[in-house]
């Protein structure tokens, strides 16, 4: 019976350790830069900062950073699609700063009265066409998605990069039958690196993330749907001085520096 | 409940105190287990329940998650019925790990699932490519996705529950119909089966419950479009990201639905041995 269990307990162990492993792309980084932040007080306590999943990589870097320039801080992130994070923050989770992929899921925040304005626009995202690395079905714009054989996916529209597709497809006239409506721009991306569609719409700075498995094609159309990122302290914050902080180093000028490395274009 | 006994006549009850050591933690299971469900009954925009409950896709999805979920069953029938008996009846190498993998499923996270899925049966997974180039099928974004995701997920259930009744079951009948001349074929279809149909149903229910409602392996492996992948808890998902209201009338469609079936089989076709 014992060694019954153990084998159960080494089976699950093996699996839990390859789903750790498979993870290993959200955390390739870009370049980080150490040093301490502008700001003359420095701050302590744990920060929440809810973000968009396209901040997944220039807000771990930037966390890093403000840990680093305010020893007694630590930041903790909860990544997921801005519209899941505003319904969270709506239920009460607990959280300092909400950093969001769209104004509307922003308003969505205050108008439930979880935080006062509009917050601040910190950066600005723009689509590509996300392709297999290589490219092997020549897909150079966005009429080419809609070329027999081509399977595309799409974010749904309830999520900001869905949102912003169904805009830049509507502004250029362009009708796509896409696969599937996917619930983040990650999960749309993980389809392209798999290899399971040819294409997907979604941030210059996903497809910059996952440059070694992905290549990312500029569209003129996507002009007509730039995503504004605006940033909030909510009104619950435990931490609100750590809060201030920590936008006032999204803001700043190191903060700038680690989002337009990944891709981000400045608001 | 009245007591049943094996002639179907109602014994008389015995008024016996149950005990508060059982009673106290029971009553607390079932309030831990039935109160999100007052939540979103509670929750619920009663008001504009008509109009919601007729909106185009809600019917959709419904239908292709009970097809999608009945369709999942049948396959985990098929092909988890004979490994129970394999697990229960026969001594093999290996068979302790061989029982230890049947429960991956159940540990793996269903995301996980899916991905380990698109992995094997993906267009460029170990056999996806295959099948892909030489028979022109492909898995994901499809119909049959989804019904592999739900098998996949939920063949588990089916096994461990056929497994136990299988332990459970007297082997003396088999052994009977083995001395009186017949193979393990026909001792199997004649003797084990309808020894073990209660069993069978019960990991069947689970089995269809467990599909019904999943969630994770479906939208990573089948992805979300309506009308071919798109199920009930794959349209609730997507409502929460922007309409709680809606995504609250999707669940209690679904839980009415799944209840009602459930209620309806159980008693026909579940009887504890």
Redesign the interface.
């Known amino acids: 019976m014992t060694s019954r269990w153990i084998r159960i307990t080494l089976a699950a162990l093996t699996v839990a350790g390859l789903s750790a492993c498979g993870d290993d792309t959200k955390t390739a980084s870009p370049q980080p830069s150490v040093g301490s932040a502008s700001s003359a007080a420095t701050v302590t306590g744990d920060v929440t900062v809810f973000a968009a999943a396209s901040l997944t990589e220039s807000f771990k870097t930037i966390g890093k950073d403000f840990e680093a320039a305010n020893p007694g801080a630590k930041v903790t992130f909860n990544f997921a699609g801005s519209s899941a994070l505003a319904t969270q923050i709506n239920q009460g989770a607990p959280a300092d700063v909400f950093a969001s992929a769209a104004p509307a899921n922003l308003k969505t925040v205050t108008d439930a009265g979880g935080a006062e304005g509009t917050g601040t626009t910190f950066v600005k995202n723009q689509l590509v066409i996300a392709v297999p690395k290589g490219n092997l079905k020549g897909i150079k714009t966005l009429a080419d998605l809609t070329k027999p054989g081509v399977k595309v996916a799409l974010c749904a529209e309830q999520v900001p990069c869905g949102a912003a597709a169904k805009k830049a497809l509507d502004t250029a006239g362009v009708k796509i039958t896409p696969v599937t409506l996917e619930q983040d721009v990650k999960a749309a991306l993980a389809k392209v690196k798999l290899g399971e569609v040819d294409a997907a719409l979604v941030y210059r700075t996903d497809a910059k993330a996952a440059a070694t498995d992905v290549d990312g094609i500029e569209f003129p159309e996507s002009a007509g749907a730039i995503n504004d990122y605006p940033i909030i302290v909510l009104k619950k914050a435990k931490n609100p001085a750590g809060a201030q902080a920590f936008v006032a180093y999204v803001l700043s000028d190191k903060g700038k520096a680690v989002l337009t490395s990944a891709g981000f274009q400045a608001p | 409940m009245p007591i049943v006994d094996k002639a179907g006549e109602v014994a008389p009850p015995r008024r016996q105190r149950i005990p508060l050591g059982l009673l106290v933690p029971a009553g607390l299971g079932l309030l831990f287990l039935t109160f999100p469900l007052v939540g979103l009954l509670v929750r619920a925009p009663w008001t504009t329940l008509p109009q919601r409950l007729t909106e185009p896709g809600v019917l959709t999805a419904l239908l292709l998650s009970l097809q999608c979920a009945t369709l999942a069953t049948v396959v985990c029938v098929l092909f988890g019925v004979p490994l129970a008996w394999l697990l229960a009846r026969v001594e093999f190498p290996g068979r302790?790990?061989v029982?230890?993998?049947v429960?991956?499923p159940l540990?793996?996270?269903p995301v996980?699932g899916g991905?380990a899925l698109?992995?094997v049966f993906?267009?460029?997974g170990l056999l996806g490519e295959w099948l892909d180039t030489t028979f022109g099928i492909t898995f994901?974004?499809t119909t049959t996705g989804v019904v592999i995701a739900e098998a996949f997920v939920a063949m588990p259930f089916l096994i461990i529950a056929v497994e136990g009744a299988l332990r459970g079951a007297d082997s003396r009948f088999e052994e009977a119909a083995a001395t009186l001349g017949a193979g393990r074929w026909t001792t199997f279809t004649h003797v084990t089966l309808p020894l073990v149909a209660p069993g069978v149903a019960a990991g069947a229910v689970l089995c269809w419950a467990r599909a019904l409602g999943e969630f994770g392996a479906t939208?990573?492996f089948a992805?979300?479009?309506?009308g071919t992948?798109?199920t009930m808890p794959l349209a609730v998902?997507?409502?929460?990201?922007?309409d709680?209201d809606a995504a609250i009338v999707l669940s209690l469609i679904l839980l009415t639905v799944s209840v009602a079936i459930l209620a309806g089989l159980r008693d026909r076709w579940i009887t504890s041995p």
């Open positions: 302790r790990l029982r230890a993998l429960t991956v540990v793996l996270p996980v991905v698109l992995l993906g267009r460029r994901p974004f939208i990573t992805g979300n479009y309506p992948t798109q998902y997507l409502a929460l990201e922007t709680l």
